[in-house]
């Protein structure tokens, strides 16, 4: 199979993808991810495999994705149901949470979950409008308010302050609890992907399509400085700590970056990264044959991938002691994706 005809099944599965365009935008149940990563064949892969790492399904052997952990190993995302995708809680004890469509809709998608078991997703109406939601342990869903984003919100992460990332009315957007108004980081089209520390990060779109990289730090709208040629750049993650990775594109290849704070200078990175805990671990996924999920541990820079090595796979969150989530495809591609768990013997 032709690689870039792989890269797009692959993320077909799991993403809303675009096929061709020199910088397509495309968005994973949670995160939304602005880009899937491309391949890079003329890179040799990883050496070695992740020390101690073993993958659980968490599928219950339906189609599914995990999207997000917290410290107490809750997993949330989204599985089919009822010929409908549902998100999800996964308590520690392995319980599961159904989570059905907002009353009228037709999906629902699980994005992210805090460490007091506080949940955010996303609802979609048969005509594509969207409603972003919370929801706390023991209590029903809440609509964030949206009532000037036109039918096009979504809440992608939330952090342990209650701040919630997303978009609202095209815009990179967040709420500092469930119930304020939203707060538009900066007016233009784009997304917020994570919040951390009551700082929201993500990317806006420039006019020629390519997207930057913005932070809502505390004293203001921060463009991290990216490598010199980037013509394309987005923040994934954040560890509240100031700490971020993401993506950008230079000489038509998608890399990956690492920053210790906003403003400071990025570090390099071989692939887009994701997610990155509070200890400084870092996970990301890149195309391949197969496609490679990898986690770099703390104070390290080489990435290591996650088992099993002959199947593809994606990473996407990591938690405090360094539990990864995301998906992979036991049955191949056409099987769909099945929810993931990577876990080590020891926290970090």
Known sequence: MPQTCRSALLAACVLTAACDGPDRVTATPAPRAPNAPSADVSLPPPIGIAPGYVLTDI??????????????????????????????????????????????????????????????????????????WFK????????????????????????????????????????PTYHDFPSV?????????????????????????????IADGHYGVVFPPMPSGTTSSWITGTNGSHAIVGGYTIGGVDRGFFAPSLGSAVQRLLHVAYGISGQGRMVGWYVSIPAVAYTIAPNEIAETPLPPTN??????????????????????????????????????
């Not at 997304?191 to 700082?199: F, K, P």
């Not at 996407?316 to 929810?339: M, T």
């Open 59 to 132: 599928s219950g052997g339906v189609r599914s994705s995990a999207t997000d952990i917290d410290v107490h190993g809750w997993v949330v995302g989204s599985r089919g149901a009822a010929g409908h995708e549902h998100g999800f809680i996964r308590h520690a004890d392995g319980t599961v949470e159904d989570i059905p469509p907002l009353p009228g809709d037709v999906s629902t998608v699980a994005t992210g979950i805090n460490d007091a078991g506080q949940v955010v997703g996303t609802s979609t109406a048969p005509n594509g409008s969207t409603r972003a």
């Open 311 to 348: 199947l593809d796979r994606a990473a996407v969150r990591v938690n405090h002691c360094g539990s990864i989530v995301g998906w992979y495809f036991p049955s191949g591609l056409q099987g769909g994706p099945r929810a993931a768990l990577w876990k080590k013997p020891t926290c970090d």
């Open 185 to 213: 980081v900066y007016n233009a089209p784009g997304s917020t992907t994570d919040v951390g520390g009551i700082e929201p990060v993500g990317y806006v779109v420039q006019p020629n399509g390519t997207r930057v990289a």
């Open 136 to 175: 706390a342990p023991l209590d029903a869903i809440r609509v964030l308010w949206d009532a000037q984003c036109n039918g096009d919100t979504d809440a992608n992460a939330i952090d342990n302050e209650g701040a919630i990332a997303g978009r609202c009315a095209h815009m990179p957007t967040y709420w």
